[in-house]
């Protein structure tokens, strides 16, 4: 396993908690996860880390939700999250990193605003395609996907469940099949990032618990006004980072 301080553990410990969450509760609490895991490892041993503690967790979500998604969008999606991923991993090596995020963090809240401006409007399936390509791009280059996936499920008007069983199912999908061989490819995968992040994986579950604990005593309207929340600080770390 990693050569961690006592303090180094409780960080990685926090990101798992808050990984778990993520899955089962609020979608854009993966960014806090994010930030927890940078402040311990280096971006590259981060990343791979926190990739460990998200598959966790999308298998408990999974287990959790595996009845309420929405089959026939993730299948639309499937085209233009791979040209996303693809299109992330062209620029992860040609353009600076800060400058990706902070191009990312713009385009959310541009988003959000004309989310918010036609909010009686339910996005089409065009526009659908638009948000999995950028959902694919964001969550290969800067761990971000959870932002844009929720802009268009809100602007869908997906009920609680159903949002999370889509996310669920997206995300797992995304890690497991794409961003998992990516990484393994590039060398990221090793064998102590692997052994510490299972060491956590109870931890990521214990999150995952309570998240959906949470989940359960929030009604669809209040689950909205959080998930918009989240995006919102989600966009802003992006940009400010």
Not at 22 to 40: D, E, M, P
Not at 93 to 114: E, M, N, Q
Request: include cysteine.
């Amino acid at each position: 396993m990693l050569h961690l301080t006592a303090l180094g553990w409780c960080l990685l410990a926090l990101t798992a908690f808050v990984g778990g969450f993520s899955k089962t509760a609020l979608s854009g609490a993966a960014t806090a996860a994010v930030v927890l895991a940078a402040l311990v490892l280096p971006a590259k041993e981060s990343t791979a880390l926190l990739l460990v503690m998200l598959l966790a967790g999308d298998a408990w979500a999974i287990r959790t939700y595996w009845r309420d998604a929405d089959w026939r969008l993730l299948v639309r999606l499937i085209l233009p999250v791979v040209v996303g991923v693809a299109a992330g991993g062209v620029f992860l090596g040609r353009v600076d990193d800060h400058l990706l995020r902070r191009t990312i963090g713009a385009i959310l809240l541009v988003l959000l605003v004309v989310g918010l401006l036609t909010r009686h409007h339910r996005p089409g399936r065009v526009e659908g395609q638009l948000y999995g390509g950028l959902a694919g791009f964001t969550t290969m280059v800067a761990n971000a996907g959870g932002p844009a996936m929720s802009l268009y499920l809100l602007g869908a008007r997906y009920g609680k469940l159903a949002f999370l069983g889509t996310t669920a199912w997206f995300f797992a999908t995304v890690n497991l099949v794409l961003k998992l061989p990516v990484m393994i490819s590039l060398g990221m995968m090793t064998r102590p990032v692997v052994l510490t992040g299972l060491a956590l994986v109870p931890v990521v579950w214990l999150g995952a618990w309570v998240g959906r604990l949470v989940v359960a005593r929030l009604d669809d309207m209040w689950f909205a006004r959080l998930v918009t929340a989240f995006v919102v600080v989600s966009a802003f770390y992006l940009v400010l980072a």
